[in-house]
């Protein structure tokens, strides 16, 4: 067992010792265990940090340690413990227990085998402080230095002044003492805006020294600056250099522009010494010889071919001051050549004789020559060759050139034409564009020639003129082509503009405008009559025949106007079966009438037309200037408006306008005005005329009438409205209504009394030519709920003939529905049999003017009776209108007519009139 042993005195006093030179030690001594804790502190903890020892006892160094440094005393740490175990001045801020940072340099050991850190540290805050301060006495005192000659003052952190020298006053115009410590800005004002201000702001905030050059303004002067900044502020230096900038920007601008031409110039430039060696050569001559600039400074000319021989050779001209031109060919780096121009003068440079060769590349110049000699070649080939006629003339007119086609184009010779005057050549010609002494060139004039054997040619010229000074024509350079077939064509062009190109005839643009002229040239004592003429039933000769035959017939009635007039009266084609008679009248309506007259007469001879002689008459309505109209748009109105009446007439016939004519045309746009709303306004009702069958008299049905009962006129008869109607297109809704209002009181009828009663509805040419007409029909029926077999439709022949296929299409698809189809008025137009074997009519409707008819080789018996058997024997029955006598209706039986109606038998009337007629029990109508 071990004995422990007391420790010996003298190894107590060494310690006694040790610890108080620890403890009465300035430096701060401290011990730290592995994790950085303080374990033992001595007393000058409290003189340098202003804690106890005890305090510091377990707290972490970093507690003592300023943040802004905690990242610094870290990484030391870490290079103690795995690096190097000892570190010698660490600087590190520490904070004070009043707050107060210092500047601590520390001495810090790692004892690996005690796990502990030893640190010795003292303040050195005053230390760095002392040697700031001397560190800016010795800026000062360089920077004092340094501003021996120039002008010099230096400003503190805020911008005043600490120090100025005399030549710094003096350039401002100031005591330097009265600068001391005031703000710059105060001592001089004009720094505020100034360009040096901003460089001085920017070094105060930087901190970094720049020497500038600026422009002062107040005494128009320039400065060279330099700007030092120090600890507290800034030392500026500055000289005037105004004269050194305007030589040295002299100096520059010379060098520049010599520059800019020795590099920019077009050509290539090299300068050879006396040696004959190259000392400079600008970029053209770099990019034509295809040497770099560092290839070309030393070579001989010899070495590039640039006739160095040469140069010798000329240098006792060159010496004289007489430059030298040499052509020959050079030699580019890649082995090819070119042609050029070398100008060769002598210069000198500080004393140096030089030689400046200029040389420019011909290349483009030859293939330019080439080019131009080429386009010369190619130009006279072209103008040998080209189909246009070319020619040059001289300042006297005469020719002094001419291509082979202008030796085709009139027939001549070359050297026929070549010194002839241009009025030879030309039969007409503006000469007066060439007159313009402002004009270099005529462009689209049209011209003509004269041919050798006599005809002339249009042709279209286009030129280019020379003139002298005085701006007479020197000389006229001209191409031209043949244009007579296009003036053919414009010809044949205005005349298809102009005339109709089925007859021939006038048209109403050329119309318009010669009788305009008629007009214009009137005698004031004179008429001019203006005929209107307008072919009777032509549409029924040109849907029976064809248009083809109907164009026939159209030219033919042509011929025989143009024959029946004179030779300078005016016959035109309006369009359709349209003509148009224009003729000056001395003896006013009696000259117009006879006209009229020998028109109407060429129209009686028949006309041949697909095998049939066909007689077509015509209307003429009959318009006279100045009395009947002053302008002639007015007088084709009044011409028309009387031709429409005496179409109404009765046609064949000729009308003169009447004024009462324009107010009937009034009052039929009157009525067409109130007959749109007239609909909508439920003006119009229906009246019924019973129909009887002629052999039992009983009535079997009853034919449905409109009425049109104006608010203001009144009852208007149908044949004033409906033709209007038709013409307007409104029949169509109209006759809608009528279907529709005819069907429901007729199913109304048939309901009361029990017994079948068929209605008879009239449809218009407008109304059958409608596509969905007969869906309309079926729609009708259906919504009315009236039986097919009881509604029949009565058709005019003209509606029939409109367009047989259509029509017959249409008839076809009515007779599905089951209903009865009628033809109305059957006779009176232009009929055929072929007609009714086309269409499946049921029942034919005898005109009234067939049943009164007498003449002295029939009886109206007798054409009754022969119609009737046609009628049967086609399946047909046979209505009879306008039955007003007992002794009509006799004869109508014995002719074995089925039925009859007019107003012996019952007139038409609204239906609360005519039913009690229509009952089952109702006496027999006539008899």
Not at 16 to 25: C, R, T
Request: aromatic share 6%; charged share 25%.
């Amino acid at each position: 067992m071990d004995t422990i042993r007391p420790p010996s005195p003298r190894s107590s006093i060494v310690a006694e010792e040790n610890s108080a030179l620890i403890d009465n030690s300035l430096d701060l001594l401290a011990m730290l265990d592995h994790e950085g804790r303080f374990l033992r502190v001595n007393s000058a903890a409290s003189a340098l940090l202003g804690y106890e020892p005890v305090e510091l006892l377990g707290r972490h160094y970093s507690d003592l340690v300023h943040p802004g440094d905690h990242e610094r005393a870290a990484a030391i740490d870490a290079s103690l413990r795995n690096e190097s175990p000892a570190r010698h001045d660490v600087r590190l801020r520490f904070v004070r227990r009043d707050g107060m940072v210092i500047l601590m340099s520390s001495s810090v050991r790692w004892n690996a085998e005690l796990q502990c850190m030893i640190s010795t540290s003292r303040d050195i805050s005053q230390q760095e402080r002392d040697r700031d301060a001397l560190r800016q006495s010795k800026d000062r005192l360089d920077a004092m230095l340094e501003s021996i000659g120039d002008a010099f003052f230096a400003v503190d952190g805020n911008w005043h002044v600490s120090y100025a020298n005399r030549k710094a006053g003096a350039f401002v115009g100031i005591e330097v003492d009265q600068a001391i410590g005031r703000h710059i800005l105060e001592v001089v004002p004009a720094l505020e805006h100034a360009e040096v201000m901003a460089h001085y702001r920017e070094a105060m905030v930087s901190r970094e020294a720049r020497s500038v050059e600026v422009y002062w303004e107040p005494l128009a002067v320039w400065l060279e600056v330099r700007i030092y900044p120090s600890e507290d502020g800034l030392s500026v230096y500055f000289h005037e250099i105004t004269e050194k900038r305007k030589a040295e920007a002299a100096v520059r601008a010379s060098e520049q522009r010599f520059r800019s031409l020795f590099q920019q110039a077009g050509d290539s430039i090299m300068i050879v010494d006396r040696n004959l060696s190259i000392v400079a050569v600008n970029g053209q001559a770099c990019a034509c010889y295809g040497y770099t600039e560092d290839e070309f400074i030393g070579k001989k000319v010899s070495d590039i071919k640039l006739d160095g021989a040469s140069l010798a050779s000329l240098g006792q001209a060159l010496r004289a001051g007489r430059p030298q031109l040499l052509r020959t060919r050079k030699t580019r780096k890649d082995g090819s050549s070119f042609p050029a121009e070398v100008h060769v003068s002598r210069i000198e440079d500080g004393g140096e004789e030089l030689y400046l060769a200029i040389i420019r590349d011909l290349s483009d110049r030859e293939q330019t020559e080439r080019q131009l000699r080429d386009s010369e070649r190619r130009l006279r080939e072209v103008i040998e060759m080209t189909p246009a006629g070319y020619l040059v003339a001289c300042a006297g007119g005469l020719l002094r050139e001419v291509n082979p086609a202008l030796c085709a184009l009139t027939g001549h010779a070359r050297e026929a034409l070549v010194g002839q005057p241009l009025a030879e050549l030309f039969v007409a010609f503006p000469w007066q564009a060439l007159d313009d002494a402002s004009a270099s060139a005529v462009q689209g004039l049209e011209a003509v020639i004269r041919h050798r054997d006599g005809h002339h040619l249009h042709v279209l010229f286009n030129g280019n003129i020379e003139r002298g000074a005085d701006g007479r024509l020197a000389s006229l350079t001209g191409l031209m082509a043949d244009i007579t077939g296009r003036k053919l064509a414009e010809s044949r062009l205005r005349e298809l503009a102009t005339h109709d190109t089925l007859t021939g005839l006038p048209n109403r643009a050329l119309l318009g405008e010669r009788i305009q002229d008629m007009l214009d040239r009137c005698p004031a004592a004179e008429s001019v009559a203006v005929l209107f003429l307008d072919l009777d039933r032509f549409k029924e000769v040109n849907d029976s025949f064809g248009h083809e035959m109907g164009d026939v017939l159209l030219c033919e009635v042509a011929r025989r106007l143009s024959g029946a007039v004179r030779a300078d009266d005016l016959v035109a084609r309006l369009g359709g079966d349209e003509f148009v008679v224009a003729a000056s009248c001395a003896n006013g309506n009696a000259g117009a009438a006879r006209i009229a007259d020998k028109l109407l007469e060429a129209m009686t001879t028949p006309v041949i037309v697909g095998g049939h002689e066909i007689i077509v008459g015509a209307s003429i309505g009959i318009s006279m200037y100045p009395r009947d109209a002053r302008t002639r748009e007015t007088l084709f109105q009044s011409a028309d408006t009387a031709m429409y009446r005496a179409k109404a007439s009765g046609r064949n016939r000729y009308r003169f306008f009447e004024p009462e004519m324009t107010v009937e045309t009034q009052v039929r746009m009157a009525l067409e005005v109130s007959l749109r709303p007239a609909l909508a306004r439920r003006e119009f009702e229906l009246h019924y005329q019973p129909r009887v069958d002629l052999r039992s008299m009983e009535p079997v049905g009853m034919e449905a009438l409109i009425r049109w009962n104006h608010p203001e006129r009144g009852r208007v008869p149908p044949q004033q409205f409906i033709g209007i109607a038709e013409e307007t297109g409104m029949i169509a809704a109209i006759g809608h209504w009528v279907l529709q209002e005819a069907c429901a009181q007729t199913r109304r009828l048939i309901d009361e009394y029990g017994r079948p009663i068929r209605v008879s509805v009239n449809v218009s040419a407008r109304q059958l030519a409608q596509p969905g007409f007969g869906a309309e029909v079926r729609d009708v029926l259906a919504r009315t709920g009236l039986p097919p077999s009881c509604l029949e439709l009565e058709l005019t022949e003209s509606a029939l003939i409109e367009d047989i296929e259509h029509t017959a299409s249409m008839l076809r698809e009515l007779k599905k529905l089951g209903l009865v189809l009628a033809v109305d008025d059957f006779g009176t137009g232009y009929s055929s049999l072929a007609y009714l074997r086309r269409f499946p009519i049921d029942v034919l409707k005898l005109d009234r003017s067939f049943v009164l008819q007498q003449d002295d080789t029939i009886t109206a018996f007798d054409f009754v009776k022969a119609f009737v058997g046609m009628a049967h024997a086609l399946n047909m029955a046979v209505v009879a209108e306008g039955v007003e006598t007992a002794e009509v209706l006799d004869f109508l039986c014995a002719a074995s007519c089925d039925e009859a109606q007019g107003y012996y038998l019952a007139r038409p009337a609204p239906l609360d009139a005519v039913r009690d007629l229509l009952a089952p029990s109702a006496p027999r109508l006539a008899g």
